[in-house]
């Protein structure tokens, strides 16, 4: 595990990316233990972009090359000061233009893509967990896939949407296929927030994979990617 000291110096930095913006799951471990934190890092205004460029620095500084992770993991649960995943906030959605909020995700998305700090993308299309779906094609959801690739991260198939209104995989089906076609790599998650979920619906994910084309997993190590077989160990 890590020193005690060196955990007392990443709350420090957690407490200081709390008044900064993005969602980051880092994992770090080696040897027989591991280590998970989870970070809130809230996006800046617009108008503090200069800032902002500091305060990227910063925050790669005191969390990205603070820690030999085996990975960092991007996800996005902020439009603004709007937390659109979050059950107390839904009624939201009834006055906002759904094309409108998927567009600003993704670019939200990108932004944390073209840092360069992250290995995974977490729930790829997240917006769609209370079942609000997009009613035109949504060009930026290709941007990101495309920019996945170019950063040559990860996509994770998350199986907490199995759990939640929309009752399916993040990402879509369409968009595991346009993955898939893109030769973006995936890696499987169960976003467990308690013990009894984790694993939770792997069957039905590697179904999907599968179903999609793909024949292999992503594993991290120490943010080196290795491929191993699906149904093999």
């Given amino acids: 595990g890590i020193r005690h000291r060196q955990c007392r110096h990443t709350v420090r930095s957690c407490l200081w990316v709390l008044r900064t913006g993005c969602y980051v799951v ?6 027989g233990g591991g280590v998970l934190f989870f970070l809130m ?11 902002s460029s500091a305060a990227s620095d910063v925050y790669k500084r005191q969390v990205v090359d603070f820690y030999d992770w085996d990975y960092l993991l991007l996800s996005v ?14 009624h939201y959605y009834e ?27 977490a729930h790829f299309d997240l917006p769609k967990k209370f079942r609000y779906q997009p009613t035109e094609t949504i060009v930026e959801e290709d941007q990101a896939i495309q920019l996945c690739k170019k950063f040559d991260m990860v ?3 998350n199986t907490a949407g199995y759990r939640k209104p929309i009752g399916e995989a993040y990402p879509s089906e369409k968009i595991l296929r346009k993955c ?8 499987l998650g169960s976003d467990a927030h308690r013990p009894y979920e984790v694993g939770k ?19 991290f190590n120490k943010k080196r990617k290795t491929y ?6």
């Avoid at 906002?96 to 073209?114: A, C, F, V």
């Avoid at 898939?180 to 890696?187: S, T």
Wanted: charged share 25%; proline share 5%.
């Fill in 26 to 31: 880092g994992g770090g471990g080696g040897g």
């Fill in 228 to 233: 191993y077989p699906i149904g093999k160990e």
């Fill in 155 to 157: 996509v994770e198939v």
């Fill in 41 to 51: 890092i809230r996006r800046p205004p617009r108008s503090t972009q200069s800032r």
């Fill in 201 to 219: 619906e792997f069957e039905s994910a590697l179904d999907l994979i599968k179903k999609v084309g793909y024949t292999h997993l992503t594993q």
């Fill in 77 to 90: 649960h902020f439009l603004d000061d709007w937390a659109f995943d979050h059950p107390k906030y839904i």
């Fill in 95 to 121: 006055n906002r233009d759904i094309n409108e909020i998927y567009r600003s995700y993704y670019k939200t998305l990108m932004q944390g893509i073209e840092t360069g700090c992250y290995n995974i993308v």
């Fill in 180 to 187: 898939f076609q893109a030769q973006v790599p995936l890696c």
